[in-house]
C-alpha cells in the first residue's frame, strides 16, 4: 500500500490526469506534487527576484513546501510555469478534497524526480508521458528515465 506518492506535474492536460490518476487510485497516500525547471543560464541572475515571490501564497500557507531554487537559477518565466503548474496542481486537489504537498526543483526533470523520490522514501512516482515529436524525440522519456534511475515504481501514463 503506497503512503507517499510523488506526482510530476507540469503544464499539460497529460500531467492533470496523471494527478487525477493518483488521487483515485491512492486515496489514503499523502501526494506531492513536484514541478522541475531548466537551470537559468549566468545571465539570469540579473532578472532574479525574491524567492519568496516565487510560489503563489495560498499553496504553501501552512503547508512544508520544499524551498525553491535560488533565483539565480529560476527566470522570471520558469516562475510564471511553476505558478501555474501548481496552481493548476491546487485547483484538482480541492476537486478530489485532497491536499497536496507543492515542490519545485531545478535541474533536469528526470534526474531531480528521482532524487526527490529517492530522498523522501516515495513509494511510487506518477508521471505523464508525452508522445514523441520532432522536439521530443522518443529518446527524450523522462518516464523511462525516471524509472532507470530510481527503484522507486514509476506508473507512466
Do not use: K
Not at 519568496?52 to 529560476?74: G, I
Not at 478534497?97 to 511510487?124: C, N, Q
Amino acid at each position: 500500500m503506497e503512503r507517499h506518492v510523488l506526482v510530476a506535474m507540469d503544464r499539460t492536460d497529460a500531467s492533470d490526469a496523471a494527478l487525477e490518476y493518483a488521487f483515485e487510485e491512492y486515496p489514503a497516500a499523502r501526494v506531492s506534487v513536484v514541478h522541475v525547471t531548466v537551470p537559468a543560464g549566468p545571465l539570469a541572475r540579473f532578472g532574479g527576484r525574491d524567492p519568496c515571490e516565487y510560489v503563489v501564497p495560498e499553496l504553501t500557507a501552512d503547508r512544508n513546501a520544499e524551498p525553491l531554487p535560488t533565483p539565480d537559477r529560476f527566470t522570471r518565466a520558469q516562475c510564471r510555469r511553476a505558478e501555474g503548474a501548481l496552481a493548476r496542481a491546487h485547483e484538482l486537489a480541492e476537486r478530489y478534497d485532497r491536499e497536496i504537498e507543492p515542490v519545485v526543483r531545478s535541474g533536469r526533470a528526470a534526474t531531480e524526480i528521482a532524487a526527490y523520490a529517492d530522498e523522501r522514501a516515495v513509494d511510487r512516482i506518477v508521471i505523464a508521458d508525452h508522445p514523441a515529436t520532432t522536439f521530443r524525440p522518443i529518446f527524450r522519456s523522462v518516464p523511462d528515465a525516471v524509472a532507470n534511475t530510481t527503484a522507486t515504481p514509476v506508473t507512466s501514463l
